[in-house]
């Protein structure tokens, strides 16, 4: 399914190749894969969103880097995304619904070799088949979604990565981006999820803006549109970004990131009390349930940040 698409614009420092730079190069010409850069304090759209939701939380993620269990949604959702990566392996006429399901259960094994502790989930084998089914129900909607026969997508799993002068790095993995003839540009993120009440979906596109603002500053390509594909009930969100939209998320990310700074250097990470609560991996360190937050180690601090407790 060719994307409808109508325009791409260039940011202020001129036009780049719309195709090219969307796909990424391990080495460099002399074939030799070239150092890991050393890793500069950043954001990625789910750890921004982290500290919007609660920075005590953000804290045991990005300073504590505290161990979390895996959850069953949260494993399915690694599941169909690697099969939905899987499949555009494929040749575009084999891309079936029941090619998807024959990919099932090689990557759930895989995913287990990975992780053996991930078969403590199930507490017994009708619970995991049930699991299995509903993996299953997710892979058959996206195909009520789209048609994989008729896309052929210039990059899968793309990692992004831009340092914002006088700010954090930002970086990403993107699902999938399409490119089409004319050079016009889709982000595609898969969602296992059920999609955002009405009125909260500006708040879903905080991640897709996000990449589209990386995508733009390091390819010199706005896409032209971003789509949300939640699988849970089969809906599909697009939005058509533009350069004031980036401008204003730019300035969005900085006051967050001088937020972030801000509390790093007092200390002080609060914790921010909400329905989500009960999904947190934290309750047992929360004072808001009783428990005692560790102490901040200064150098894991100075690692996330560049500034100092």
Known sequence: MR??????????????????PLTSNAADASGLVPEPPVRAPGLSPSRAKDFQQCPLMFRYRVVDRLPEPPSPAATRGTLVHAVLEALFDLPAEARTAEAALELLDPHWQRLLARDPGLAGLF????????????ARALLHRYFELEDPTRLQPRARELRVDHQLEDGPALRGIIDRVDVAPNGW??????????????GYEADALFQMRFYAFVVWRTRGVLPRTLQLEYLGDGTVVTHEPTEAEMATFETRIRALWQSVLEVAASGRWEPRPSPLCS??????????????????DPASVLRAFGVGA
């Open 185 to 198: 540009v889709r982000l595609v993120d898969y969602k296992t999820g059920r999609s955002p009440r009405p």
């Open 279 to 296: 999904w947190c991996s934290f309750r047992d360190l929360c004072p808001q349930f009783g428990g005692t937050p560790p102490p901040v």
């Open 123 to 134: 507490d017994s084998p009708e619970e995991l088949a049930a699991w299995l089914t509903s």
């Open 3 to 20: 994307p409808s698409l109508t325009a791409v614009t260039t940011p202020p420092n001129g036009p780049k190749s719309a195709t090219e």
